[in-house]
């Protein structure tokens, strides 16, 4: 099993700063693929970014030069360095891991609790 946890959600200001953390833990060969997703009210859950093992990144395109996401291959650590922050990005923020827990197995996607990102104007 592989657990999740986010951290660095709060409130900030429009125009300010954020940094999202999530580390993994548990039993698994590797993680291929690391990602942020959010979810504001009444809305489907969406991708904000994701990044390989090898450091080759995905962007939605609301989030394209305002957002970096970052990983720590040694410590299966993601971030998401939120910078401009506008009150679009208000939502829960969700970590997602697709783990692979054998050389040969399939991958397996686990997601954290979420995270809420408040923006104030």
């Known amino acids: 099993q592989v657990q999740l946890v986010e951290s660095g959600g709060g409130l900030v200001q429009a125009g300010g700063s954020l940094r999202l953390s999530c580390t993994a833990s548990?039993?698994?060969?590797?993680?291929?693929?690391m990602g942020w997703y959010r979810q504001p009210p009444g809305v489907q859950r969406e991708l904000v970014a994701e990044i390989t093992n090898g450091g080759t990144t995905t962007y939605d395109d609301s989030v394209k030069g305002r957002f970096t996401i970052s990983r720590d291959n040694t410590q299966n650590t993601v971030y998401l360095q939120m910078n401009s922050v506008s009150p679009e990005d208000a939502a829960v923020y969700y970590c997602?891991?697709?783990?692979?827990?054998?050389?040969?197995?399939?991958?397996?996607?686990?997601w954290g609790r979420g995270t809420q990102v408040t923006v104030s104007t």
């Open positions: 548990g039993s698994f060969y590797g993680i291929p693929v």
């Open positions: 997602k891991a697709s783990v692979r827990q054998t050389p040969t197995l399939d991958r397996t996607n686990y």
